[in-house]
């Protein structure tokens, strides 16, 4: 089954939205098979976002992203990786359809709420950075 990576983002850790944006995936049938909080720190977040490397939004994403403890998730279900891309919206809230997580929960384009794998290649290498094997159920 098709498997992806989550992060609620600082912003959304500080607007107490972790909750109401899980529940938002949960309510799309996909299943929770790992959970962890932690504070990412400038290896893992350069690791994470390697392919932006050199852009202009870079130094300040890492910094970002370390600037509070976050939540990482691996669900799991059917198109795992576009039911969960479809439900966070466009990178920019302000693009963001109705009713998507980003449309209502973050503040703009770096403050996005929530991260959430690409394609399924992405998702495999984002997963193995935050969870082992054995952490996955
Ligand atoms: P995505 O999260 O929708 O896949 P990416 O282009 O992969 O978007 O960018 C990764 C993250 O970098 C975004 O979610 C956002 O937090 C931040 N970001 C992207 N573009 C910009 C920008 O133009 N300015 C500031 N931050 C950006
Ligand atoms: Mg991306």
Excluded at 5 to 18: F, G, H, N, T
Excluded at 27 to 51: C, E, P
Aim: proline fraction near 4%; aromatic fraction near 6%.
């Amino acid at each position: 089954m098709e498997r992806s990576l989550v992060l609620i983002k600082p912003d959304a850790m500080e607007k107490r939205s972790a909750g109401a944006i899980i529940s938002r995936l949960e309510g799309r049938g996909l299943k929770l098979v790992a959970i962890k909080m932690l504070h990412m720190d400038k290896a893992l977040a350069t690791r994470h976002y390697d392919i932006h490397i050199g852009k202009p939004f870079f130094t300040d994403l890492v910094k970002y992203i370390t600037s509070t403890p976050i939540i990482a998730i691996v669900f799991e279900g059917e198109g795992a990786v576009e039911v969960i891309r479809k439900a966070m919206g466009a990178t920019d809230p302000a693009k963001a359809e109705p009713g998507t997580i980003r449309k209502d929960f973050g503040s703009d384009i770096q403050h996005n709420a929530v991260h959430g794998s690409d394609s399924v290649k992405s998702a495999q290498k984002e997963i193995k950075l935050f969870f082992t094997q054995d952490e996955i159920f």
